[in-house]
């Protein structure tokens, strides 16, 4: 019998984070991932784990705590993908079918936030990655090495806009990204994807919409 040779380089792992009221975290959303994926190990990311770990980025980290929530929740995004790999979701998103084995075949990837009303913005909601990942260990460095990260909005210094700005900047050819409609299909601008394209998940938007204190409660799948 010949052994089958696994291409797969992205850990089976689905990583979650959720700082802040834990009442309210929105395991209705994390559950269709759980249900869709059994065979992945599913990792949730707390005030435990914000609190406990020695974070590189932990005096930024503090600083945003006090502003924006999910700012701290990019930066830890960044040091968890870097030390484990994985696929690292948002906690308001909803998994419609399985994921597939080959999005596991390659360094990394993430995907559009949306090529109409955001053309060129990789989201940060959808970054997988091997573990010790060279380009994802320099988002860190870049963000630690910043006098501030609160002198424009999160998504702008640590979100979206950082790891787009990375990827341009230090052309790190081995990110793949995928047409938004896998991850994010109904963009909060109104604009939705109608074609009859793969969709692994849709985004329920909860810190723009700020519907994170009722989405909890939401009826999901």
């Known amino acids: 019998m010949t052994a089958t040779i696994s291409r797969q380089r992205i850990p089976r792992i689905l990583h979650v984070i959720w700082v802040g009221d834990e009442s309210r975290r929105p395991d209705n959303c994390i559950s269709t991932w759980k249900q869709h994926n059994p065979d992945w190990t599913v990792k949730i990311w707390g005030n435990a784990e914000l609190g406990s770990r020695g974070w590189i980025n932990a005096k930024h980290m503090r600083t945003m705590s006090k502003r924006e929530l999910n700012g701290v929740a990019d930066m830890m995004r960044w040091e968890i993908l870097y030390e484990e790999g994985g696929f690292l979701i948002d906690a308001d998103s909803v998994c419609t079918r399985p994921l597939d084995d080959w999005l596991l075949e390659q360094e990394a990837f993430a995907c559009w936030e949306n090529e109409l009303v955001r053309p060129g913005l990789i989201a940060a909601g959808y970054v997988a990655t091997v573990p010790e990942n060279p380009f994802i260990g320099q988002i860190i460095q870049d963000i630690q090495a910043l006098p501030t990260i609160t002198d424009a909005m999160a998504w702008q210094t640590v979100g979206p806009q ?16 995928l047409p938004s409609q896998f991850f994010i299909p109904q963009h909060f601008s109104g604009i939705s994807y109608t074609g009859g394209g793969t969709v692994y998940a849709t985004q329920e938007w909860g810190s723009t919409r700020r519907s994170y204190d009722t989405l909890y409660l939401k009826k999901v799948a």
């Open 162 to 177: 950082r790891i787009t700005d990375a990827y341009f900047k230090y052309r790190y050819s081995n990110l793949t990204i």
